[in-house]
Every structure is written in structure tokens, then in C-alpha cells.
């Protein structure tokens, strides 16, 4: 099974953007569809964005349109996170996840450990 690792993560002010990124273990990731989802304190992990094998056909939750950016780099079996204009409701633990296909069908089966996001008023 692939392991998958974040980073990027840390604290910034609102208004401020960080990337996360994710690393994957084996070159086969690149083969899958990947997504990003969160994790507020006291709240259900949700949905963020995801992405087809190839790079395209980006989703994204209502909440981070127009602000965040997924994209990944098949080379480097490595998916990111292009987070822009940050709000303290953004504040969470990010993850990312794997794909059983290669086309988004919220059908995941890897995860990371995630990596923390604190933005701050």
C-alpha cells in the first residue's frame, strides 16, 4: 500500500497562503486520482479538493474555491496544495489521500498522517 506524507503546514496569518505538499512512497500514485480533505477540532473530516491522475479536471469544495489550488507533479510522485487568502476557518489538520481509480470518485484508500494548518486573527 502506498504511504503517503504532507508537509507544509504551520501557522500563518489571515490573508497569508502555504502549500502543503504530499509525498508518495511508489511511483504508481501517479497513476490514481488524489484529494485533500480537513479536519477542524470538533468537526467532521471534509472534503477540500481532488484531482484526476493526469493533473485535470480539479474539484473543489465551495468553501476554498477561487483561493486554493490542487495540482501535483507526476515525476516527483508528489500532489500540493496552493492555499491563498487563508482565514482562520481554515484552521485544521490537512490530509491527503489516494485514489483507487484514476478518476475522482471520492474512492479512497491511502492516507497521510496530515499536517497541521493555524491561521491566525
Known amino acids: 500500500q502506498v504511504q503517503l506524507v504532507e508537509s507544509g503546514g504551520g501557522l500563518v496569518q489571515a490573508g497569508g497562503s502555504l502549500r502543503l505538499s504530499c509525498a508518495a512512497s511508489?511511483?504508481?500514485?501517479?497513476?490514481?486520482?488524489m484529494g485533500w480533505f480537513r479536519q477542524a477540532p470538533g468537526k467532521e473530516r471534509e472534503f477540500v479538493a481532488a484531482?484526476?491522475?493526469?493533473?485535470?479536471?480539479?474539484f473543489y469544495a465551495d468553501s476554498v474555491r477561487g483561493r486554493f489550488t490542487i495540482s501535483r507533479d507526476r515525476a516527483k510522485n508528489t500532489g500540493y496544495l496552493q492555499m491563498n487568502s487563508l482565514k482562520p476557518e481554515d484552521t485544521a489538520i490537512y490530509y491527503c489521500?489516494?485514489?483507487?481509480?484514476?478518476?475522482?470518485?471520492?474512492?479512497?484508500?491511502?492516507w497521510g498522517q496530515g499536517t497541521q494548518v493555524t491561521v491566525s486573527s
Open positions: 489521500a489516494k485514489e483507487s481509480t484514476s478518476w475522482v470518485r471520492r474512492q479512497y484508500d491511502s
Open positions: 484531482i484526476n491522475w493526469s493533473g485535470g479536471s480539479p
Open positions: 511508489e511511483r504508481t500514485f501517479s497513476n490514481y486520482a
